[in-house]
């Protein structure tokens, strides 16, 4: 399985074993340099907490489970290194929620979802109060799965966006130049059918064509990536959609509590104290910022403004005293 970023799938002259030593290769690179604890805590792998959650999942479901086809579909989108499995964690305490991740293979291929018709089908069957997919490579289009899956609930969906400088970082530790490559392949006229392609505007297009990647670092096109994904919650229209939040990674590790409270009013779900307990205050986490070509800061910087902009109206609706 190649990684949520790579730029294309495996060769086919791979092997499945290949791709797969490749991957368990990388997973204990990771592992190795940012702590095991941490690798387990992110990808949700302690068997102890898995089970826990899951017989608090069965338990509720036996007792005040809904009746098929009630549950209210929930898409988790943004861009990937920008704090969703912090979002995923927190909801999936929550017995109500039933949790599909980006690497649960009955509902996601390689990242992306599967058909619509296996997504629809698991939403009808769901006897969760909601059921969440992650499906960050499918972010561009979101707005046709919450308009066009044929389940009687209406969907919501949370854009997650983080600051520019630590979305780059955090994306270029875990995944090096693949944002350089994709980028590249991108202003050569390539790779327009795959999803880091999708429904990217002409004057966005027009922007990722004008730099030279030859001499581009790894930090500017990461940074690029970033201006040109999150521009799709404007250019979609996500801002003006009464079914849909925009959640900043930041605000969430500087205020947990008013920020996880200000989403589960947009999703009619009321707050315990449990949905923040895994966060860790970090109010003055901010870093210096980063080597970035003047350009590409400049539209990252007036992208900021307006998402800030944004979370800021929000709190004035979704507010909680």
């Not at 941490?38 to 069965?58: F, G, H, Y």
């Not at 205050?281 to 901010?286: E, F, G, V, Y």
Request: glycine share 4%; aromatic share 10%.
């Amino acid at each position: 399985m190649s990684s949520p970023l790579s730029p294309g799938p495996a060769r086919d002259s791979e092997s499945a074993t290949v791709t797969t030593w490749r991957k368990l290769v990388r997973q204990w690179h990771w592992a190795r340099r940012d702590g095991f604890a941490r690798w387990i805590e992110e990808d949700q792998l302690n068997p102890v907490d898995r089970a826990r959650t899951a017989l608090a999942k069965r338990r509720w479901r036996s007792r005040d489970g809904v009746s098929p086809g009630e549950a209210v579909p929930v898409y988790l989108v943004g861009v990937q290194r920008s704090g969703t499995n912090m979002l995923v964690r927190g909801l999936e305490a929550a017995p109500e929620f039933e949790v599909h991740n980006e690497n649960d293979r009955s509902v996601f291929d390689s990242y992306r979802l599967k058909s619509d018709d296996i997504v629809t089908e698991r939403i009808l069957r769901s006897r969760h109060r909601y059921v969440l997919f992650k499906p960050l490579c499918d972010s561009h289009r979101i707005d046709a799965l919450l308009d066009t899956l044929p389940v009687p609930q209406h969907g919501k969906a949370i854009w997650a966006y983080r600051d520019v400088d630590g979305r780059v970082r955090s994306a270029i530790s875990k995944f090096g130049d693949v944002n350089l490559r994709v980028l590249s392949g991108i202003a050569r006229g390539e790779g327009t059918d795959r999803w880091q392609a999708q429904r990217i505007s002409p004057d966005n297009l027009a922007l990722i064509a004008e730099f030279d990647y030859a001499t581009m670092s790894a930090e500017t096109a990461a940074a690029l990536f970033w201006y040109v994904r999150n521009s799709l919650y404007f250019d979609l229209g996500l801002d003006r959609r009464e079914d849909t939040f925009l959640s900043s990674y930041d605000s969430l590790i500087a205020e947990p509590e008013a920020t996880m409270r200000s989403l589960c009013d947009f999703l009619d779900f009321p707050y315990y104290p449990g949905l923040t307990k895994h966060i860790e205050l970090r109010p003055n986490s901010r870093k210096p910022p980063l080597a970035i070509d003047v350009r590409v800061r400049a539209q990252c910087d007036l992208l900021t403004e307006r998402l800030q902009a944004k979370v800021a109206e929000q709190r004035t609706r979704w507010a909680t005293p």
